[in-house]
């Protein structure tokens, strides 16, 4: 299995390429930080880490210094993955990148514009760009799969206003996406499916918290946290799909990681099986006090 995981830095785009790596892919991970250079992000993981990590659990990792918003490097990296392997199996778009950018709860003329506009760009701008340059190579082989990683289900979204604006129309055009690349590939007997996980400890999220993957549960935060996964869920999630000989009946729709868990019977690493979304929709919104344990 060939795979390019776009936005591979940290987060869900690691534990895809890491899950993905212990299938046993051959995963070019890309993003703008590196050893070298960190993205205006200025976080420290690096896609030569996440590489690393492919590698060590039984893939081939390969870090590329990628900036998605370039047309003329995303060209680039399909004409190096072609050279190099001749075909692409799985496309993960996952760039975002915009955690700096957005206001929580602002409405549209209190937000600043610029930084909305570049959340935009970032968001929906790169996946777009990276489908264009790396489609015309994963469909020269049946069975192709692309994954466009979001915030919430298309269901859930639907119906719920996502914090401002510019967060709201990403995630949404997100999902979109996932259903317009179902069609385009339906000919060559590809997959697209857009895939949320739900509250993530990422490497961000437990600095920005103050805690560690060991003592995460000792945050301070909203009770959701306690139904919170880490990046590998999702990531077992994708290498399931990505393995799945039957993974077209997948196409199209807009899943959660607990979907995807359920179908295919894996475990976050604690051995448990989070259900954020069901928690929020069946406990949180309706106010009922329900044990977030009975969730996992």
Same mark, same amino acid.
């Given at each position: 299995?060939?795979?390019?995981?776009?936005?591979?830095?940290?987060?869900?785009?690691?534990?895809?390429?890491?899950?993905?790596?212990?299938?046993?892919?051959?995963?070019?991970?890309?993003?703008?930080?590196?050893?070298?250079?960190?993205?205006?992000?200025?976080?420290?993981?690096?896609?030569?880490?996440?590489?690393?990590?492919?590698?060590?659990?039984?893939?081939?990792?390969?870090?590329?210094?990628?900036?998605?918003?370039?047309?003329?490097?995303?060209?680039?990296?399909?004409?190096?993955?072609?050279?190099?392997?001749?075909?692409?199996?799985?496309?993960?778009?996952?760039?975002? /990148?915009?955690?700096?950018?957005?206001?929580?709860?602002?409405?549209?003329?209190?937000?600043?514009?610029?930084?909305?506009?570049?959340?935009?760009?970032?968001?929906?701008?790169?996946?777009?760009?990276?489908?264009?340059?790396?489609?015309?190579?994963?469909?020269?082989?049946?069975?192709?799969?692309?994954?466009?990683?979001?915030? /919430?289900?298309?269901?859930?979204?639907?119906?719920?206003?996502?914090?401002?604006?510019?967060?709201?129309?990403?995630?949404?055009?997100?999902?979109?996406?996932?259903?317009?690349?179902?069609?385009?590939?339906?000919?060559?007997?590809?997959?697209?499916?857009?895939?949320?996980?739900?509250?993530?400890?990422?490497?961000?999220?437990?600095?920005?918290?103050?805690?560690?993957?060991?003592?995460?549960?000792?945050?301070?935060?909203?009770?959701?946290?306690?139904?919170?996964?880490?990046?590998?869920?999702?990531?077992?999630?994708?290498?399931?799909?990505?393995?799945?000989?039957?993974?077209?009946?997948?196409? /199209?729709?807009?899943?959660?990681?607990?979907?995807?868990?359920?179908?295919?019977?894996?475990?976050?690493?604690?051995?448990?099986?989070?259900?954020?979304?069901?928690?929020?929709?069946?406990?949180?919104?309706?106010?009922?006090?329900?044990?977030?344990?009975?969730?996992?």
């Amino acid at each position: 299995m060939i795979a390019l995981v776009a936005g591979a830095t940290r987060g869900t785009g690691r534990g895809i390429a890491v899950a993905l790596g212990a299938a046993g892919a051959t995963v070019y991970c890309t993003g703008r930080s590196t050893r070298e250079r960190r993205s205006e992000i200025n976080r420290p993981e690096t896609i030569e880490e996440t590489a690393e990590l492919v590698t060590a659990a039984g893939g081939t990792g390969i870090a590329v210094q990628v900036d998605h918003l370039d047309p003329g490097q995303v060209e680039a990296l399909a004409e190096r993955v072609e050279r190099e392997q001749g075909r692409l199996d799985v496309l993960v778009n996952d760039v975002w /990148g915009s955690d700096h950018l957005w206001e929580w709860d602002t409405p549209v003329w209190k937000h600043d514009m610029d930084k909305g506009l570049r959340l935009l760009r970032l968001a929906v701008d790169t996946h777009i760009i990276s489908s264009r340059h790396m489609l015309p190579l994963l469909i020269r082989n049946e069975g192709g799969l692309v994954v466009e990683v979001t915030d /919430g289900t298309w269901a859930f979204n639907e119906t719920r206003y996502r914090e401002n604006v510019y967060y709201d129309l990403a995630k949404v055009s997100v999902n979109r996406l996932a259903f317009a690349w179902s069609r385009e590939l339906r000919p060559y007997g590809g997959t697209a499916v857009a895939v949320t996980p739900g509250f993530l400890r990422s490497e961000a999220m437990l600095d920005n918290f103050g805690v560690t993957e060991d003592n995460w549960r000792e945050a301070k935060v909203d009770v959701t946290w306690m139904v919170s996964e880490t990046p590998a869920y999702v990531g077992r999630g994708v290498a399931a799909l990505a393995t799945d000989p039957d993974r077209q009946r997948w196409s /199209g729709r807009s899943v959660s990681s607990e979907d995807l868990a359920v179908a295919y019977g894996f475990t976050d690493v604690d051995g448990s099986r989070p259900r954020v979304w069901s928690f929020i929709t069946e406990v949180r919104e309706p106010g009922k006090d329900t044990d977030p344990a009975e969730y996992r």
